[in-house]
């Protein structure tokens, strides 16, 4: 079946902008994560979603990041007043619970340039 | 709080020796343990996980790690390394104890393996 898809691949913006930026999880699974991935950072988790739960937002970096997910399946990010040090590659992944025992699938990853 | 930590950002290994990446953690209960790998230029796929039983865990491509709680770690081997083998390796954790189904990666460790 099909995996996790993200979209774009690639955005390149300017500082100040905008952007959104937008998972599809594998159908059934109900947990969905959003990660970052900047040059030698590692995977830096940004925010969780679980089901009907409240989603855990403690990753996310400031008020200028949010998610949401919308009928348990597709999530947006969005950054508003781009920085610079927003760029990385930004992960998506979900597992089929959220009880942390799950396999996560990733998806490709959105590589985001704020110039 | 919960953390994991990868303690070498590179490992060097000839092909056909043995390897190991290192992984370290800290959480307040008993954990539920993970390696992830990403190839170039690919999406990060799961290797193996340590939820319980069997201390050691065998995974995928000849991949294992072993579960020592006294020395909190879990490192990944591999009895003969291939160049292929060559990606970036991460270890990840959830903290049961909490409640919370957070997944923390480390830094990830560059694995090299020379012909």
């Known amino acids: 079946g099909a995996g996790v898809s993200q979209s774009p691949s690639n955005k390149v913006t300017e500082k100040g902008k905008d952007v959104e930026l937008r998972c599809d999880p594998i159908s059934g699974h109900t947990a969905l994560y959003w990660y970052r991935q900047s040059l030698g950072q590692g995977l830096e988790f940004l925010i969780y979603?679980?089901?009907?739960?409240?989603?855990?937002k403690s990753g996310l970096p400031s008020d200028r990041f949010s998610a949401e997910r919308t009928g348990g399946s597709v999530s947006t990010l969005t950054i508003q007043r781009t920085q610079q040090e927003d760029s990385a590659v930004y992960l998506c992944a979900s597992s089929l619970a959220g009880q942390g025992r799950e396999t996560q699938y990733f998806g490709p990853g959105t590589r985001l340039l704020v110039l | 709080a919960q953390s994991v930590a990868q303690p070498e950002d590179q490992v060097n290994v000839a092909e056909g020796n043995p390897l190991t990446v290192k992984c370290t953690y800290s959480v307040s209960g008993n954990p539920y343990l993970f390696w992830y790998v990403q190839y170039p230029n690919r999406g990060l796929q799961f290797l193996l996980k340590y939820i319980t039983g069997d201390n050691l865990v065998k995974g995928s491509y000849g991949f294992e790690a072993e579960f020592n709680k006294s020395q909190t770690s879990f490192h990944l081997k591999k009895p003969s390394a291939l160049v292929s083998d060559s990606a970036l390796y991460f270890c990840?954790?959830?903290?049961?104890?909490?409640?919370?189904?957070?997944?923390?990666f480390g830094k990830g460790t560059r694995l090299h393996i020379l012909p």
């Open positions: 990840a954790v959830r903290d049961i104890g909490r409640g919370n189904d957070k997944i923390i």
């Open positions: 979603f679980q089901g009907n739960s409240a989603p855990d």
